[in-house]
């Protein structure tokens, strides 16, 4: 009965993000357009956009993402399907978790897919293309807990969203600093990707705790 709730579940979040498909669209064209503005601004000279391409791409990946923090939870919330998934045996904690792998799946990998296309512009060679995706893989996933942390928050905060944006950007600036100083570096690469994944395992061990807590208090409060 649980594998059926689950696929339910998945099959549920497709639907969703298959009738919203434009908003996937919308972000993924803020990204592309945003690379171009840097490129206007910097030059087309192609060393510089090499040294300074990986730094902007991470940025702008960043930036994109944070756009869909406000339908992590909030229409959930408004329609009353947390509530719905509470009740059909789903605690808040299985909530955060299989909502956070939803948002991996139907947000970020769609900017996975779109980085080969984004290298070509900034002129990136294959070596650290092939670092920044799996740089991006692993912080990705950061970036997603990060955003059910922040989302779930701004639950209880409906007047200003934008904390949770500036709450994910300040807790993503060592995610950002390891992930560039593994594309940038050859000697130290595997402890840098240590590194980013053991930050993977405390904000992932952190997220369904917190964001559980304040899914919790936001239905008990609705």
């Known amino acids: 009965n649980f594998i059926i709730k689950l696929i339910g579940f998945y099959y549920r979040e497709y639907k969703i993000n298959l009738s919203g498909f434009q908003d996937i669209l919308t972000n993924i064209t803020f990204f592309f357009m945003s690379i171009f503005i840097f490129i206007f601004s910097i030059g ?5 956009l090499s040294f300074l391409g990986v730094g902007i791409l991470w940025a702008l990946l960043l930036l994109s993402s944070t756009l869909s923090l406000r339908k992590f939870y909030h229409e959930d919330y408004q329609t009353g399907n947390l509530v719905v998934l509470h009740l059909n045996g789903f605690s808040f904690e299985l909530i955060v978790i299989l909502k956070t792998i939803s948002h991996f799946i139907f947000v970020q990998i769609p900017f996975l897919i779109s980085i080969p296309i984004a290298s070509l512009l900034i002129n990136l060679s294959i070596d650290k293309l092939y670092s920044l ?32 944006s500036i709450i994910v950007m300040i807790f993503s600036i060592p995610v950002i600093i390891f992930s560039v100083g593994i594309i940038n570096t050859d000697e130290n690469f595997n402890s840098l990707i240590n590194i980013l994944i ?16 304040c899914l919790k208090i936001a239905v008990e409060n609705n």
Request: no cysteine.
């Open 198 to 213: 053991g930050i993977l395992l405390i904000i992932f061990a952190i997220n369904p705790w917190a964001s559980g807590a």
């Open 44 to 48: 087309p000279e192609k060393e510089t």
């Open 133 to 164: 995706l799996i740089s991006f893989l692993i912080g990705s996933m950061i970036l997603s807990s990060l955003g059910s942390i922040s989302s779930s928050m701004n639950l209880l905060n409906s007047r200003n969203y934008l904390l949770g």
